[in-house]
């Protein structure tokens, strides 16, 4: 069955669509101060959740003039790798280390 105009004109849109959100995700690496809605789209963290975040204390952020809301990206990059999980490996040689010393 062919395809229709609008159809192809739908793929290509979404193709667009999707070349534009990398050149964001991009730009926002390029960036060292970020503001609310593009830690929201970096981080992919709901918006309500990001402002519970914000006010409790669970992530580095700046409020200059009291309102406006502003972070760095490497520090929200570290608050994204933080609570590492070992892995299996690690735990194994971890465990060793501890048996042998015992």
């Not at 793929?11 to 593009?38: D, R």
């Not at 970096?42 to 402002?51: A, G, Q």
Request: hydrophobic share 35%; aromatic share 8%.
């Amino acid at each position: 069955m062919k395809e229709t105009t609008e159809q192809i004109l739908s793929k290509q849109i979404e193709a667009l669509k999707l070349k534009i959100e990398s050149i964001e995700k991009l730009f926002l690496t390029q960036k060292n101060v970020l503001n609310f809605s593009e830690v929201k789209s970096y981080t992919k963290l709901s918006e309500s959740y990001l402002y519970q975040l914000t006010s409790n204390g669970g992530i580095p952020c700046y409020k200059p003039n009291g309102k406006l809301l502003y972070f760095k990206r490497e520090e929200v990059e570290e608050w994204m790798l933080s609570n590492r999980r070992a892995t299996n490996i690690e735990l194994d040689e971890l465990a060793s280390t501890h048996i042998s010393i015992a």
